[in-house]
């Protein structure tokens, strides 16, 4: 019988560096607590509407539309800028429809203007993505 846990205990697999990503980033607690029920709808939302409109694009448009239309989306989330430089994504964001509507995260969520987002330059951000 295999039993599967939510909460597994977190195993430290490489040291954490602590003046890349910050004091908060090697704390185990903020792994191990179990997120809020709201948190985890949140988190699957945008692909679970991302799937109802694939599925109804295949059932009128046919399955070659709805491949090309993942196979689009799934290219331009890959498509992104040097560490440090803002990425906007505006292919994907035409591609999901996401373009036509202000949220509340267009406004208020731009991750540049976080005040606990450690400011590293360009070369050591670079250097930590390349494994250098």
Known sequence: MSFELDLALPLLK????????????????SEAVAPH???????TRKEAEF???????????????????KTERDI???????????SSMVGLETVLGTDETIEFE?????????????LIPVHERMEARLGL
């Open 14 to 29: 490489e040291p954490v560096d602590q003046m890349r990503e910050g004091l908060k980033a090697g704390g185990f607690r």
């Open 37 to 43: 029920p709201v948190q985890a709808f949140q988190a």
């Open 51 to 69: 799937q109802a409109r694939l599925d109804t694009i295949a059932r009128l448009y046919g399955i070659a539309a709805a491949m090309r239309l």
């Open 76 to 86: 331009l989330s890959r498509v992104c800028r040097a560490p440090g430089l803002p």
């Open 106 to 118: 267009d406004v208020l969520n731009d991750p540049q203007e976080r005040p606990d987002m450690p």
